[in-house]
């Protein structure tokens, strides 16, 4: 679209207007206008957020893990102190009986030796 405009001396195309339309047409919207080091920004800011979700994630589950392992081996270990109380207790009761019928196998050895 080129109109003619006659001022006072020359006689010159309009081409400014077809100009301005030309560049309004290309005129970018505010996302498109962001330089390199903001999109860089950007990402490096969401590869931050997704490495920190990651690490929050491996933490929590490291804690999980250090929590059953403590809880498996708080309830084997009272496991253990039980078993190792019946077996004391068990000793005893036979170190008594073998200790009886040694007395008593003495006291029968005295009875005959008289």
């Given amino acids: 679209m080129i109109n003619i ?3 006072s001396a020359v006689v010159r195309p309009s081409i400014v207007r077809a100009s301005l339309v030309n560049i309004r047409g290309l005129h970018s919207t505010p996302v ?5 080091t903001e999109k860089v920004s ?3 800011e969401k590869v931050n957020k997704k490495v920190g979700q990651g690490l929050a994630s491996a933490i929590e589950t490291g804690e999980n893990a250090t ?3 403590k809880e498996s081996l708080g309830s084997a270990k009272e496991d253990s102190k039980e078993k190792l109380d019946h077996a004391s207790k068990v000793a005893g009761e036979k170190t008594n009986q073998v200790f009886r019928l040694l007395v008593c196998g003495w006291e029968l050895a005295e009875k005959n030796d008289r």
């Avoid at 498109?32 to 390199?36: D, F, G, I, M």
């Fill in 42 to 44: 950007e990402v490096a």
């Fill in 5 to 7: 405009i006659a001022t």
């Fill in 32 to 36: 498109a206008a962001k330089n390199v």
């Fill in 67 to 69: 929590r059953a392992t």
